[in-house]
């Protein structure tokens, strides 16, 4: 009995450090981004570096990797540097608090009653072809010159891509749905909770995705126009000074910014929209 059990038993998995090395292997294997991504980042800034080196451009055209890392560098240690980056920060996060609110009462106003969106969808396509950036000005001489104009700008500018992305996810609830719970009697706020909103928080978290960096554009092409503090002005500030290496700094933090608020908002969706992989990003 002895002797069978030991031939019947189960061949235990390898603990070797080996089988770990195999299985992170296959990970890379499977997916090849994970060194594709800071492969491509080395061969860039390398080919940048020594490329324009060669080349014979100008520093104060293109500066060179290593410079933009040390104008960034001083920026860092500098609290001025982080005080425009606060009022920068505070007039796109409100700014799309704004915007985005407005879009999904807005949105599901309109989606939910036909009359309304016949009556203004119209004007809201023709108010969304004006180029956003136009309306910095008269925002300015509306609001003056502090906080609030720059605030109307970045909701302004992501409200649409929000508002699209909401009316067209309510729209695309299941037809099939809708009606089996019609005929159990189901009203239309339960009809709503349970199925239309839950189709259309995909594109919801596309419209938040978006909106997100159109607020921080909107934020400082508002700067642009008129302001003492801000990313945007200490922009202004780098070109009057021909300091490029100061201008790439500035807008590698603001790249930074850009990517830190769409993993965040990546990774709320994968915990309350988890069925959606993927979702088309509407009125971009």
Known sequence: MATTNLVNKPAEPPTSPAGGSARRRLD???KPQLWLVPAV????????????????????????PSQVVDSLWRELGDDLFWGHLWVTSQEALVGFVIGVGAAVLLGTFISQIKVVEATLM???VAFQTVPKVALAPLFVVWFGFGLTSKVVMAAVIS??????????????????????LTVFGASKGQI?????????????????????????????????????????????????????????????????????????????????????????????
């Open 41 to 64: 980042f080395v061969v860039v800034v390398l080919l940048w570096e020594y490329g324009i080196q060669l080349i014979g451009v100008d520093e104060y055209v293109l500066p060179r």
């Open 159 to 180: 409200f649409f891509p929000m508002l699209v992305n909401v009316v067209e996810g309510l729209r695309a609830a299941d037809a099939d749905k809708i009606q089996m």
């Open 28 to 30: 890379f294997r499977e």
């Open 122 to 124: 119209p004007y809201i």
């Open 192 to 284: 709503f909770r349970m199925v239309r909103l839950p189709s259309a928080l995909p594109f919801i978290f596309a419209g938040l995705d978006i909106g997100i960096v159109f607020a921080i554009l909107g934020a400082v092409v508002g700067e642009f126009i008129g302001a003492k503090e801000g990313l945007g002005y200490l922009l202004l500030q780098t070109n009057y000074n021909f300091d490029i290496a100061g201008m790439f700094a500035v807008l590698v933090v603001l790249s930074v910014m850009g990517l830190v608020a769409h993993f965040v908002i990546r990774l709320v969706q994968k915990r309350v929209a988890f069925w959606a992989e993927e979702s088309k990003v509407i009125g971009a």
